[in-house]
């Protein structure tokens, strides 16, 4: 009998401190239903998330006897919560769509797992639930969350089995996917997940949360290394920090295959190595003067290896608008030399560029209306010295092989700076980015980039960890804790709570 298997998902990373995510946004990032999905899937570089790709081509690979069941798939770009009515139609419209496509032997959900809306900290939660009350009990219901993703119980209670990502930068998405199928057909042949969650009470800055080095490559590395037949999955999820929910904590949730007591026994063990090594989850900055230093200087002397400045605390990836000045104008005003900058959220200023043409000079306005107090207006003399469509294929890192579309784009210069304007908020992620403006990277003597940590991927080819620089500016993402103010934690969370204690929960 062909196996049934609905396809779904919707994603949002959402950042309490940041603008509401409309239908809009969600509809201008990617809205896919029934058709829409297999016709996307079926293009040489898909737009929909990479996990339906990885796991389509999967269950194919393995020759399994399915048959897909598209469903409806969105996401936008990090931002606020979702607006609620919004939230409540697209699940409406999930629902409905499910019920249509009954019996389902099985469904496969693709999740950011850190939304939140206007009204809930937990629509993942919600969403799953709708899910299993549609099929029941005895359907496998399995999801994929990224990294970042805050943990309801719910969330755990109605899914059957949770896979999150291992990596940061996410390159993994498609092999997660593949892994969700494969534990999939375990379960067709009888195999039972059982789920252990334990939520540690610990927020980490996003730059701490790296999985090549550091804390957070220990833990994940440990908890793969630790798994054997008894365990199914091993997901260790550091949370987004600016969600501001109850939900917030790093969340251990190890499936045990058919095994309750493996899993229990591996999850406390790597909560408890997560709680004690707390203390290594530190941030070190650059100020934006010192950034700035070190690119004049390498502007200057071609014999330094150029440098990389991730805008962290602008990072539209975390819900920042991609558009904030402060790092930019001090380039400008040290007349920094051989500088790329991008990519930046101004779609008046990319159409104003549009309409002046290639080799007209402007005087230029950054964010000439402002949606916060981070995005400043900035005015300045530039050059209209390309202009582009926006639409490429990402060609590593987060975006590879995926049809990106930026919108109309223009290529500014501004002094030694070469400016990249777009019109759909984007994080940084790719060298195509200045590539499709005729920009080689390899030329570039500094890049500033609209991104926390995924342009190390991007960019790893040019700029290796040694010449990255994270420099501490104002913003919406900003790793410096105390300038939020975190009131919907529960409490007493470290590092909020220095001095606290706590112990893994047994039993
Ligand atoms: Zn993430």
Redesign the pocket.
Known sequence: MKKRIALMGMHL?ANAFAPVSTEVDFRSAGYYAGEEITNDLAQANPRTAAELSGFVAEMNDRGADWQPVPILITGSEPGGPVDHAFFERTMAEMRSRLEKALPLDGVFFSAHGAMTSTESTDPDGALLEMVRDVVGLDTPLIATL???ANISNRMVAKADILVSYIT?P?VDQRERAAEAANLMMEMFDGMKPEAVFIRVPMVSPPVTLLSARGPYADLINYGQESKNDAIANVSLLAGFAYGNTPENGLAVIVTGRNNRAAAEVLAQKIARRAWDSRERFTISLTSIPDAVAQAKACGEETGYPPVIMADCADNPGGGGRGNTPHLLRALVAANVQGCYAGIFYDKALAAEAHELGVGNHFSAVLNRTSENEFSERFEFDAEVAGLHDGVCVGTLGIYAGRTVDLGPSAHLKVGGVDLIVVSRRKQCGDAEFFRMFGLKIEDARSVLVKSRGHFRAGFLPWFPPEQVIEVDAPGLTSNVFSNFTFDGYQRPIYPLEKDMDWQVPTG
Do not use: A, K, S, Y
Request: proline share 0%.
């Open positions: 990373e990224d990294l970042h940061n996410h």
